[in-house]
């Protein structure tokens, strides 16, 4: 198939190199730039009336080639400025120079930077051929977002999950990350989870990036595997400003929970030198970031199953088990990027980037476990489960502690050439993801005195619960001296990945005497990837006689019931290490030991190779984009048989090596209508993919002979797919505002669900479970968008700016295990929002930003008792800054006014089954350029 791909692309570039009939024509060429010297990406140059018109780069320039001779009138459109025309001389086979300075509006909202960070996004938007969102650096500067993932939540259709209370991974429309690409300035980025594909972009700090740009529509030429769509990180570069810039930002960080501090630090440099005999053709851009952060979490877990109720006979739903969380974390991140930019001519530009981005996270993490399952469900009064003789060793103290290191490394260099005839483009890329978590270890504890009883309060939130012996409250539980130690967990990861990346891109325009203009674009791209994931795990059950009450500290502040006596992770991993040799294994769980530390394991290779072909025809107000994108797959893998016999033992570890290929094929037809002023129509039908998680394809395999039953991955998944259709109306409204509907639809087969049966051919009389290509589902919903610089309305309105966005969800698939029931697709939620209202007025600049994500499904269960569900969550952020001077800028945020916190619950609202509060940040600081 990989032939046939390369043969396809050789037969056009053939078909389509033939020299242009010769014709009188030249070329205009320029730079657009701001007041202060910067080149405006986005703006729209155009040959006036009808004639041909293209879009400024990154540094704001442009080359219009293949143009009559004459005098000619050219445009300047962009959003938020008044349109500019000028006139240039064009002679036959040369190139005429054309500069402009952007004025008017656009004068006034350089200092405003929230102002000109929404027009940049839009005029991105409103020249892009793909359904694209754009946030600017200045964007994020103006919020108070730590990561790439908090800075795109305010995107319309984006919502983001969270780990301890920091963004982690984006859903786009609503659908799973695993569901999105990634990429790095248009090239792939790995990722350093075991499992999954999904990028978790916290991991790359704000003050690494230019711009973020999502793309939840694309043209043939991009990647296929974007159901829900594309994240591209792009880069800073030196020509985004003129000349010689220094900025930097540091700040002081303060967490209400726990009064913990942290900082934040950020130095970019750039510069556009003269080299090689030309004139401002080099560019060199380079920064360093660092955030460090200390802050607390408090938990509540309480899980719900049906016990035999001793009062009825029969079987109650009630609460089984309690668990008490504190968290104490240190996290840091590391970030630097450099960019090398050579631009020669206006015909051809040479760049390199880079990209480094370190994570490191140290957590402890104290629990207390009352299990109200060991006891006996007397009776339930109400909202009030009773239980009674609780066994002692139902009753559990813990305390673990790990760090994490996660590591990105990704480079790409190329070049872009505009020739006679041809544009031609060809890159290569290199990333490398990694996370070593090699010391993860938990002490667990026991208590040691007698049994107790239990009221447990649920059904209308968090369950509150009362221990008692003989009628008095059993404190003792809560005491230190009352535990033992039970046995020591050790576990370590390790996750390499390496992405190779490739592309090509041919470039053919062709003019029509009427003005038109059609563009034939094709070319290929490969990517290589090979994962390779050990998780060990290890359970130390020999262990010695030892209180916990050695490692006691004060009582940690916990809002959710009394937590008991602090614990020291400390001292307890300083007596672990200068004690090792007492603690062991027994003989009779190596076997699971065994299990544990090899059944996660895998190595993997993904080869992709890919070629399209693309179509975009102008004519009057249309564009019309059709094309083919092609996708060959071929991967291969290598996991871990490991066979337990009737008497429960490891019989026997196997190697198991399989392999997989498939085709797709990826049409797509795009339309745009501009007809009407300052409105433009967009409609797209457009095919996707997503390849599962590795973990799913991982052929791994657990059989259990004394239970029947066998675990197993599938390395002969399927990808999933979807075909889907977008209508698009903006309508743009003057000082870079926008009214914008959309309305999307996706129907998705193949989706990846885990799957029971009885009647496996490969293993006989075992009850198997395996994922399969099992169900499929849809996905529809629409967008609307709307801000403003509301001093169109009157002069006391100016300053302030006002943005608002919602998407409204309905998606639902279907599972074999509850055939007669449908559910909202796993991790799509069924509304985002977003509203911010912003202020600006010489050296003051506030904005309020409130983002609401609702409900969605997180795992499917037995039944509905069983299916557990992320609830809403609605977050209150303020930034405000005040210029003292162009190199003097002082800010002040809040974060997370309203406290909200992490909630989940099992079967119905009332059951909560995780609440997990973060509190209130602060931080104040300085930025500034010289």
Sequence with gaps: MKKSIIGFISIFFLLFSFHATAQTSGAVQGRVTDANGGGVQGVRVSIQPDGPSVVTDQAGRYLLDGISVGVLEVNFDYLGTESQTESVTVSADTSARLDIVLTSDLDRILVRSQAQANASALNQYRNSDAIIN?????????????????????????SISRDQGEGRFVSIRGLNANLNNVSLNGMRIGTPEDGNRELPLDLVPTGSIERLEVIKVPTPDM????????????????????????????EGLR???????GARGELAYSNVLDAFGGESNVGISAGINYLERDFQSDNIETEYDFLDNVATGNESFVPIETQQRKYFIKRDRLGAHL?????????????????????????????????????DLASVDGATARFTDIANDGIRRRIRFRTKEQETFALALGAEHRLENWAIDYRAGYSEASENSPDEMEGRFEFDGDNVDADVVFGSGIPVFDVTRNGASADDILRNEGSLLDRVVMESKFVDEEDLNFSLNFERAFQFNSGNRFLLKFGADARYKDKDVDVNEIELRSVPDLSLSQFSTAPFPFPFGSLGDGISSAEFRNYFAANRADFAERSKDIGENILLSASGDFRSSEDVLAAYLMGTFDFNDWRIIAGVRMEDTDFSTRGNQIDFNEDDEVSGI??????????????????????????????????????????????????????????????????????????????YLPKAGIVSVGLFYKDIEDFV???????????????????????SGESKGIELNFQHDLSVWGDSLDGFL???????????????????????????????????????????????????????LDEIGDDTNFDIYV???????????????????????????????????????GNVLQLEEYGVSFSVGLRGQF
């Excluded at 650096?137 to 977002?145: A, Q």
């Excluded at 476990?369 to 006891?375: H, K, L, P, V």
């Excluded at 969550?873 to 406290?899: K, P």
């Design 753 to 775: 669900v885990d799957f029971v049966t009885d009647n496996d051919p490969l293993y006989p009389g075992f009850e198997v479970e395996r994922p399969i290509n099992g169900t």
């Design 654 to 731: 196997t190697p198991i090596n399989a392999s997989n290929s498939h085709f797709e094929l990826l049409p797509a037809l795009i339309a745009r209508y501009n007809g009407f002023e300052n409105i433009v129509l967009r409609a797209a039908w457009t095919n996707t993919l997503a390849r599962p998680s590795f973990g799913d394809l991982s052929p791994g395999t657990i059989i259990l002979r004394e239970d029947l039953e066998v675990e197993t991955g599938n390395p002969k998944l399927n990808p999933i797919t979807s075909s889907n259709l977008d209508f698009m109306f903006d309508w």
């Design 871 to 909: 609830d809403d969550h609605a977050q209150l952020d303020l930034t405000a800054s005040w210029r003292f001077s162009e190199s003097l800028v002082g800010l002040a945020e809040i974060i997370n006014i309203t406290n909200e916190p992490l909630q989940l619950y099992q079967g119905q609202a």
């Design 134 to 158: 754009v946030v600017s650096s200045d964007d994020i500067g103006n919020f108070v977002d730590q990561n790439v993932a908090e800075a795109l939540q305010r995107v319309p259709g984006i």
């Design 339 to 375: 960019n090398l930019d050579f631009r020669p001519s206006f015909r051809s530009r040479y760049f390199f980037n880079a990209l480094y981005s370190q994570f490191n996270d140290a957590e402890t993490r104290q629990r207390s476990i009352n299990i109200w399952e060991d006891g």
């Design 223 to 250: 990647p296929g595997d974007a159901i829900g769509g594309s994240i591209n990180v792009v880069s800073p570069s030196a020509f985004d400003s003129d000349g010689q810039v220094l900025k930097y930002r540091i």
């Design 255 to 261: 967490a209400d929970l726990g009064d913990e501090n």
């Design 802 to 856: 006002f943005g608002a966005n919602l998407t409204l969800m309905d998606n639902d698939f279907q599972v074999a295990e509850r055939a007669d029931e449908s559910f909202p697709l796993p991790e799509s939620a069924e509304s985002e929002a977003n509203i911010y209202l912003g202020f600006e007025r010489g050296p003051l600049s506030t904005r309020l930003a409130w983002s609401q994500r609702g409900k969605y």
